[in-house]
């Protein structure tokens, strides 16, 4: 976090790209092709959004510490729009004096004229979806580029210069061994990322992939073999000078994500564009998902809003303490208790200390998070403080 944070109220601000070259089947994202679509209609009408918020009285209030461009493939668009995009909110919106700005890119969308112009605009967080290394994997899930097109796409970005470089990679794909999933996390160090972003596949039903499970035709590894995978992740990452700050992620000293903290502490945050969330002043906003009537709307001087949640103070309380044990140091008690007038143990009680009994959760100098036990079944753990 920077040092002009201490006196500014956190936000972060995340712009919604839903366009792709094509959906992958195992994605639920608001997503689509950009086949058909209006590119040019869409980022007019993001910046419409952004003008709008602000003069909103929140947004007077905060200073942005992130801006993350995220999709959808943002980089399906031309660099000068995206950095168009980039420059127009950085004038528009009040941020910290140096603001994280990441940009998702999946490698076949990817050339050195694009990111160097993207770099010049003030991106200096660029997060490749890779997803594996290897081609007969890649295919299996659908994605659009091959292992070459992934590794020129990280030449490209460490030749542009930008300081700081995500890569995501997924395991427990369709007939991936437990040696291919160590080949590509060996792949990924030799690259030397700041950041790793490591997720087991998730099959949702409303996918491709779904249907497939449904019919009996996903030929998904054992979940021993799954386990074996997970398994395999830390020690490797820790010898090679990462440390993992919360379930899915690793990153090198000083390199853990602004944008993702800021989600994980359930502070505040704007999203703009067609499906972007926002959070703020005790209320959760959707936004409409179909990037045409997001512009229809836009263009006719209206709300792109679809619903606004009021969070009562109590699901506050417990989505702040779910969301901060994703982190391994987990959420400080204090600080909980100066938030929300709660802690855990007096809002929980007989199940909190069953967790604890179970070797699940513990508390550690005013620090309450999941134990090495709990972190490889994080999701089953705290699906009983929902």
């Given at each position: 976090?920077?040092?002009?944070?201490?006196?500014?109220?956190?936000?972060?601000?995340?712009?919604?790209?839903?366009?792709?070259?094509?959906?992958?089947?195992?994605?639920?994202?608001?997503?689509?092709?950009?086949?058909?679509?209006?590119?040019?209609?869409?980022?007019?009408?993001?910046?419409?959004?952004?003008?709008?918020?602000?003069?909103?009285?929140?947004?007077?209030?905060?200073?942005?510490?992130?801006?993350?461009?995220g999709g959808g493939t943002?980089?399906?668009?031309?660099?000068?729009?995206?950095?168009?995009?980039?420059?127009?909110?950085?004038?528009?919106?009040?941020?910290?004096?140096?603001?994280?700005?990441?940009?998702?890119?999946?490698?076949?969308?990817?050339?050195?004229?694009?990111?160097?112009?993207?770099?010049?605009?003030?991106?200096?967080?660029?997060?490749?979806?890779?997803?594996?290394?290897?081609?007969?994997?890649?295919?299996?899930?659908?994605?659009?580029?091959?292992?070459?097109?992934?590794?020129?796409?990280?030449?490209?970005?460490?030749?542009?210069?930008?300081?700081?470089?995500?890569?995501?990679?997924?395991?427990?794909?369709?007939?991936?061994?437990?040696?291919?999933?160590?080949?590509?996390?060996?792949?990924?160090?030799?690259?030397?990322?700041?950041?790793?972003?490591?997720?087991?596949?998730?099959?949702?039903?409303?996918?491709?992939?779904?249907?497939?499970?449904?019919?009996?035709?996903?030929?998904?590894?054992?979940?021993?073999?799954?386990?074996?995978?997970?398994?395999?992740?830390?020690?490797?990452?820790?010898?090679?000078?990462?440390?993992?700050?919360?379930?899915?992620?690793?990153?090198?000293?000083?390199?853990?994500?602004?944008?993702?903290?800021?989600?994980?502490?359930?502070?505040s945050y704007l999203g703009?564009?067609?499906?972007?969330?926002?959070?703020?002043?005790?209320?959760?906003?959707?936004?409409?998902?179909?990037?045409?009537?997001?512009?229809?709307?836009?263009?006719?001087?209206?709300?792109?809003?679809?619903?606004?949640?009021?969070?009562?103070?109590?699901?506050?309380?417990?989505?702040?303490?779910?969301?901060?044990?994703?982190l391994v140091k987990g959420?400080?008690?204090?600080?909980?208790?100066?938030?929300?007038?709660?802690?855990?143990?007096?809002?929980?009680?007989?199940?909190?200390?069953?967790?604890?009994?179970?070797?699940?959760?513990?508390?550690?100098?005013?620090?309450?998070?999941?134990?090495?036990?709990?972190?490889?079944?994080?999701?089953?753990?705290?699906?009983?403080?929902?």
């Open positions: 976090m920077h040092a002009d944070l201490l006196t500014s109220v956190v936000a972060g601000l995340y712009i919604h790209i839903p366009f792709c070259v094509s959906k992958c089947p195992y994605c639920s994202f608001a997503s689509r092709p950009l086949a058909g679509q209006d590119p040019t209609g869409y980022l007019a009408a993001i910046l419409a959004q952004a003008r709008a918020m602000a003069n909103h009285p929140w947004t007077r209030k905060v200073r942005f510490a992130s801006l993350y461009v943002p980089t399906v668009y031309p660099g000068a729009d995206l950095a168009r995009l980039i420059e127009s909110c950085l004038e528009l919106l009040p941020f910290t004096a140096a603001p994280e700005i990441s940009v998702e890119a999946n490698p076949n969308t990817v050339t050195l004229e694009k990111l160097q112009t993207l770099r010049r605009a003030g991106v200096n967080r660029l997060s490749i979806g890779v997803q594996s290394f290897s081609d007969r994997l890649l295919t299996a899930i659908g994605r659009a580029h091959t292992a070459k097109e992934a590794h020129a796409a990280l030449d490209l970005a460490r030749a542009t210069g930008f300081p700081n470089l995500n890569l995501d990679l997924i395991y427990g794909l369709p007939g991936q061994t437990l040696a291919d999933w160590q080949t590509s996390l060996a792949t990924a160090m030799a690259i030397g990322p700041e950041h790793l972003s490591l997720y087991e596949l998730m099959v949702e039903s409303d996918t491709p992939f779904g249907d497939l499970q449904r019919a009996g035709k996903l030929a998904l590894p054992a979940e021993d073999e799954t386990v074996a995978m997970a398994e395999a992740i830390c020690a490797p990452l820790m010898a090679g000078g990462y440390a993992r700050y919360e379930i899915s992620n690793y990153s090198r000293p000083g390199y853990q994500c602004t944008q993702n903290l800021i989600y994980w502490h359930n502070d703009l564009g067609a499906g972007a969330v926002s959070s703020f002043s005790g209320l959760r906003i959707k936004t409409v998902e179909d990037p045409a009537l997001f512009i229809k709307l836009l263009q006719a001087g209206g709300t792109p809003f679809l619903e606004a949640e009021g969070l009562p103070l109590e699901a506050s309380f417990r989505e702040t303490v779910i969301m901060g044990l994703r959420v400080a008690v204090r600080d909980l208790e100066q938030r929300f007038g709660l802690t855990p143990r007096a809002y929980y009680g007989a199940v909190l200390r069953k967790l604890e009994d179970q070797g699940l959760i513990e508390e550690v100098a005013g620090q309450l998070r999941l134990t090495r036990k709990g972190l490889p079944i994080a999701n089953q753990a705290l699906a009983r403080l929902v």
